[in-house]
């Protein structure tokens, strides 16, 4: 029913910048709380970033606080990661999600986005 679709996503030095953005279908966007997800080859899909429904409140994974910010634009159904001062430890493969609940849980979760990777090359 929500389609959600990501860009942005790529391959950057360490210390670099990138700024994913999801884009939503549907005319519901605002209806929900949002997140950033992120799953590194072997290792479990891990919470990234979580942004409410109006955007006034933000919730951050400790090894992301201060570097990475979500942010929305309800009007343009648009759901955005600036990702600064990359790391290594930060390469992924990154998802975008649609939350029943402002959490961090993936079991939350009732639509994710296809996926897009970023890699931070040392």
């Known amino acids: 029913q929500v389609q959600l679709v990501e860009s942005g996503g790529g391959l950057v030095q360490a210390g670099g910048s990138l700024r994913l953005s999801c884009a939503a279908s549907g005319r519901t966007f605002s209806l929900y709380n949002m997140g950033w997800f992120r799953q590194a080859p072997g290792k479990e899909r891990e919470f990234v970033a979580v942004i409410n429904r109006n955007g006034g409140n933000t919730h951050y994974a400790d090894s992301v606080k201060g570097r990475l910010t979500i942010s929305r634009d309800n009007a343009k159904n648009t759901l955005y990661l600036q990702m600064n001062s990359l790391k290594p430890e930060d390469t992924a493969v990154y998802y975008c999600?649609?939350?029943?609940?402002?959490?961090?849980?993936?079991?939350?979760?009732?639509?994710w986005g296809q996926g897009t990777q970023v890699t931070v090359s040392s």
């Open positions: 999600a649609a939350l029943n609940s402002y959490s961090t849980y993936t079991a939350s979760v009732l639509y």
